[in-house]
C-alpha cells in the first residue's frame, strides 16, 4: 500500500468498514493465528508504523482515526515513559462485540512510532479499565 493511501481511503465513506475491520481482526485473523495473535498484531503494528511513519505526535492521532482505531490522546510524557489515552465508539462496539478485545496492534504501532521519533527503544503494553477506553504506556529506554 502506498504510503499516504491511508488518508485517502479513511476518506471515503463506507458503513461496512467497522464490520470488515471486525471481522478480519477480531475473527478470522484470531483464528488463525490462535495463541500467537497477540505477539504476531504487536510486531504487525509495528511494521504498520515503519510503513506510515507518522512522525509527529498530532499524526499518530490523525492515523488512529484513519485507520478506525479510536481516538488518541497523550495522558502524560515523560523522560521515559508516556501514557496515552485511546476512547471513541470503535472501543465501545469492540467492546460489547468482544469479551476481551486485544490492543496489541495499537500498541505495537504506538511504541514503534514514539520509537522513530525519540531514536530509542521502546515497548508498550495497555489496559483496558473499562469498556470505553484502553490506556496504553510507552516505556522508553
Known amino acids: 500500500m502506498k504510503k499516504d493511501a491511508y488518508k485517502n481511503l479513511s476518506k471515503f465513506s463506507n458503513n461496512q468498514t467497522a ?11 484470531n483464528d488463525i493465528l490462535d495463541d500467537d495473535a497477540n505477539d504476531i ?13 507518522t ?4 499524526g499518530i492521532q490523525e492515523f488512529f482515526s484513519a485507520a478506525g482505531w479510536g481516538d ?17 465508539e470503535a472501543i465501545k ?7 476481551e478485545p486485544s490492543y496489541f496492534l495499537e500498541a505495537g504501532f504506538l511504541a514503534q512510532e514514539i520509537q522513530q521519533q525519540t531514536h530509542r527503544g521502546t515497548e508498550c503494553s495497555y489496559q483496558s479499565d473499562d469498556k470505553s477506553r484502553v490506556i496504553f504506556t ?3 529506554d
Open 19 to 29: 464490520f470488515s475491520l471486525a471481522l478480519l481482526r477480531d475473527g478470522i485473523l
Open 72 to 88: 488518541i490522546q497523550i495522558s502524560s510524557q515523560k523522560e521515559n515513559k508516556e501514557s496515552w489515552l485511546l476512547t471513541g
Open 55 to 58: 512522525k509527529t505526535l498530532n
Open 41 to 53: 498484531l504487536y510486531y504487525a503494528g509495528k511494521e504498520v508504523a515503519r510503513q506510515f511513519y
Open 93 to 99: 462496539i469492540r467492546s460489547v462485540a468482544i469479551d
Open 138 to 140: 510507552v516505556y522508553i
